[in-house]
């Protein structure tokens, strides 16, 4: 069996513990990204509030944050990127939204953006876990 050898690469694996500071899932680099796709898209949704309409456009909301999230221009590359998004009508009912996640405070964290009109609501959360 011949086995060859690159006498210039590096035999140690490279494991990262914690992100670095610049490529941290920070608000200041998320919150704008979700705001915008929120805004972008709910602008469409004028007027009476529709079941068939609000599916269509949570779909692509999650969609939309997910690839501008994971497209790698804001170096969070190492981050598993999950995003939740709730269209409601308004009918003067409140709403709570709640999580549990088990992570690293230090790494890890969960942005919320909302958008509303007089007839709707919705509200959109990427959740940011670090790959160790």
């Not at 513990?17 to 979700?34: C, D, H, M, Q, S």
């Not at 990127?81 to 690293?104: A, T």
Request: one cysteine or more; hydrophobic letters at 30%.
């Amino acid at each position: 069996m011949n086995v060859r050898l690159d006498k210039n690469a590096n035999s140690e694996k490279n494991y990262e513990l914690r992100p670095k500071f610049n490529a941290k899932f920070t608000k200041e680099k998320v919150y704008g990204i979700i705001k915008s796709v929120l805004d972008e898209k709910m602008e469409y949704f004028q007027g009476e509030y529709d079941h068939q309409k609000a599916l269509e456009l949570n779909k692509r909301i999650v969609d939309d944050v997910k690839e501008q999230l994971g497209s790698g221009k804001l170096n969070i590359n190492r981050y598993k990127i999950i995003v939740h998004c709730i269209i409601g009508q308004k009918e003067g009912q409140g709403l709570k939204m709640g999580s549990k996640c088990i992570w690293d405070s230090s790494s890890d964290s969960a942005i919320t953006a909302s958008w509303e009109n007089d007839q709707t609501y919705a509200y959109c959360t990427a959740y940011g876990i670090y790959y160790y």
